[in-house]
């Protein structure tokens, strides 16, 4: 293992804060794509927060303080959509097995809308992959820092039955330098 690798508690916690999202999303089986812009806001979150404690108790877990606990809150205008907003959060649990790899535990899933869980690592190139597996699908997502305020998300959705690629999508993500005032 190369020493200078980064940790998922780096990577983390150069990921709080909130962020201005641009993405594209490539929908091959009807060659359709749909642009969206969204507002992102990511913090750490208290380990004893009933809804952490609420997923541990769903996966039949107990409390792991080891565990890193974050949320993702989002508010998201689609091309698609006539300029209607949606917004919704995701709780994430990061269980590390090791400096580099472990599972993510969520109350809901990114593709399919139940709770669900991940394998996840840490490349040499400091990006963070995220590998979950779905009842019909599975989502294959990468995470990289283009520099400190701009980070960049590449995902690719495929079909479990045929292994086929359902959707893509890439992702660009500016800090809100103005909220890290606050």
Do not use: C
Not at 15 to 24: P, Q, T, V
Not at 135 to 145: D, G, L, Q
């Amino acid at each position: 293992m190369t020493k200078n690798l980064t940790i998922i508690n780096q990577f983390i916690d150069k990921s709080i804060g909130e962020w201005k999202s641009i993405r594209s999303t490539h929908t091959l089986a009807f060659q359709e794509f749909e642009n969206t812009t969204s507002k992102i806001y990511i913090k750490h979150i208290n380990k004893k927060n009933k809804k952490v404690v609420e997923i541990f108790k769903n996966y039949k877990l107990s409390l792991n303080l080891e565990s890193i606990a974050i949320s993702i809150k989002w508010q998201a205008i689609s091309d698609w959509d006539d300029d209607m907003s949606k917004g919704d959060e995701t709780i994430m649990i990061f269980l590390p097995n090791d400096e580099n790899s472990g599972i993510v535990l969520r109350n809901k899933g990114y593709t399919e809308s139940f709770i669900s869980s991940s394998n996840y690592f840490v490349d040499e190139q400091n990006n963070l992959h995220i590998k979950t597996f779905y009842k019909s699908t599975v989502s294959e997502e990468r995470i990289s820092f283009l520099s400190t305020h701009i980070r960049s998300r590449f995902s690719t959705i495929r079909n479990l039955e045929n292994n086929s690629i359902i959707q893509t999508s890439h992702t660009s993500e500016i800090r809100n330098l103005a909220s890290l005032k606050d």
